[in-house]
């Protein structure tokens, strides 16, 4: 698998309550993304990147653009963590996890998620009993599993109290460390960004547009160290003014 | 507790057929009719009916037609539904079509039926069909409409095939609509089946009323009836709740 190459001339909406006048949602945006890259995309509400991750997954084919997958011929594999969960309430955790596979789902993998996310115990409830919490880490454990060639997740925290999404966070993190995709994470939660990317690409307000691209240097082992992130956020808002406006 | 209360519920459903049963029974000895006779005369001529068979035969006669009747009406109206739920161009032309379908007497079908194609099996099972299939389409469309999209969104991202989605996203959100489809369709067919049968068939219980109406025979067609109620009852109790039940265990 290549590099992941993305270039949005142009994306408008029709607005729904004027069906003459259109909302701008991105404008000449381009990105390329390594593979095995774990990338943030930082940006205010509302600034388009649920859009563009609607776009990359295939959902929203009306754009002017290019997305090209680095992978030629064939539809890589998506593993997308929506802002809700979205899980089907008539399956159990279980099969929630096993309806993404197109084959025989792996039973031990699945088993080696559900049990590093906590959640070997409530594998057989239908999502409704669960917590909002164990609900995203369900759609985050389906996500994973099928091993996709790159990995979607919108805001996959919002919502969360501090402490569980600080305890899902270091999960998906030691998740990601055995097993790295390519991963595009939406957030407006620059602490969060920092602790996760090995890229941080900032956004603007809608028309949506890159406004930099920044490497995050920090080793992996020390992700976990807040102070340490703290004061790279710091330096970071410090050296990059325009960035401060966004957040 | 609940087993205490499950208890309490039976015995008030025993007391209130008890009551219903003295009631008639009084107004029967007090007005002392031949147009009323009493439960025990209606039982004896139920009893009488089963054994010779007639009855049996008359009832399955009918209940075949209303399986064959709505097993149509109910794929034609779900297959339609959806189309319509799901695509606004042909739901606003269809619409007026079905509006009209929907006020149609249900006898002006029936006689339409039997005057175009003769008084056969078929003409009797398309005038069902006819009278039935609105309802269903409205219904399941109103489910279509509904879908939630969010989770079809899911099922695209993960690449889901048709046969999948329809299985897994699809149809337990259509389930509901379904369920309430049936229900109100079982109880608008017997309905109709009866007058079908009445008005142009040779067997069957619309039939066997109409004779028992020239003769006014009205013990065997209170036999006939409720016979007939059992059955409809003993689908809903054997067949339908169990059906509710297992689509309903996920929800909270």
Redesign the interface.
């Known amino acids: 698998m290549s590099d992941i190459r993305i270039r949005i001339d142009n994306k408008t909406f029709a607005l729904p309550n004027a069906a003459d006048q259109r909302h701008h949602a991105i404008a000449e945006l381009e990105l390329v993304v390594h593979p095995h890259q774990f990338v943030c995309l930082v940006g205010p509400s509302g600034c388009g990147k649920t859009t563009l991750l609607n776009m990359i997954a295939g959902l929203d084919r009306h754009y002017d653009g290019r997305i090209d997958m680095g992978t030629a011929g064939k539809n890589p594999s998506i593993g997308y963590v929506f802002q809700n969960p979205r899980l089907l309430p008539w399956l159990s955790v279980r099969q929630n996890i096993e309806v993404v596979f197109q084959q025989a789902p792996p039973a031990a993998l699945i088993d080696s998620l559900l049990d590093s996310m906590q959640l070997l115990d409530a594998q057989h409830q239908y999502p409704e009993r669960l917590s909002l919490g164990m609900q995203r880490r369900v759609a985050i454990i389906r996500a994973f599993a099928i091993d996709p060639d790159i990995l979607l997740m919108d805001e996959p925290f919002v919502s969360l109290d501090a402490p569980t999404a600080r305890q899902v966070r270091s999960l998906l993190y030691s998740l990601w460390l055995k097993r790295p995709h390519t991963v595009l994470f939406v957030t407006h939660d620059l602490r969060e960004a920092i602790a996760l990317a090995d890229r941080l690409i900032f956004l603007s307000p809608s028309p949506m547009r890159v406004i930099s691209d920044i490497e995050v240097p920090i080793a992996r082992d020390r992700r976990h160290d807040e102070a340490f992130t703290e004061s790279f956020r710091q330096q970071l808002l410090q050296n990059h003014p325009e960035i401060g406006g966004l957040l | 507790m609940p087993s205490k209360e499950s208890r309490r519920n039976k015995i008030l459903a025993v007391a209130s057929i008890a009551l219903l049963l003295a009631v008639w029974h009084l107004l029967a000895l007090t007005l002392h009719s031949p147009t009323l006779p009493g439960p025990a005369l209606v039982a004896a001529t139920f009893w009488r009916a089963t054994l010779s068979g007639e009855l049996p035969y008359h009832l399955g006669i009918t209940l075949l037609r209303l399986l064959g009747s709505f097993g149509v009406a109910m794929l034609l109206g779900c297959a339609i539904g959806i189309v319509l739920g799901k695509n606004k161009t042909l739901d606003a032309f269809f619409d007026n079509w079905l509006v009209i379908f929907l006020n149609i007497p249900a006898l002006v079908t029936i006689i339409l039926c039997y005057v175009w194609f003769g008084l056969v099996e078929s003409a009797a099972i398309l005038a069902v069909v006819i009278n039935k299939i609105p309802n269903v389409i409205v219904t399941i469309r109103e489910g279509a409409r509904a879908l939630d999209k ?2 079809l ?2 099922a ?5 095939g048709k046969g ?1 989605i329809f299985k ?2 699809i149809w ?1 959100q259509l389930h509901p609509f379904v369920m309430a489809a049936t229900r109100s369709g079982l109880a608008l067919i017997w309905k109709i089946i009866l007058v079908v049968e009445l008005l142009g068939r040779s067997n069957g219980m619309g039939y066997q009323l109409h004779i028992f109406f020239q003769l006014f025979d009205v013990a065997s067609l209170l036999a006939y009836s409720f016979a007939f109620v059992a059955v409809i009852q003993l689908m809903e109790v054997g067949f339908l709740k169990p059906l509710d039940r297992r ?1 309903q ?4």
């Open positions: 969010d989770l969104e899911m695209q991202s993960y690449r889901f999948k897994y996203v337990p689509s265990r996920w929800r909270r």
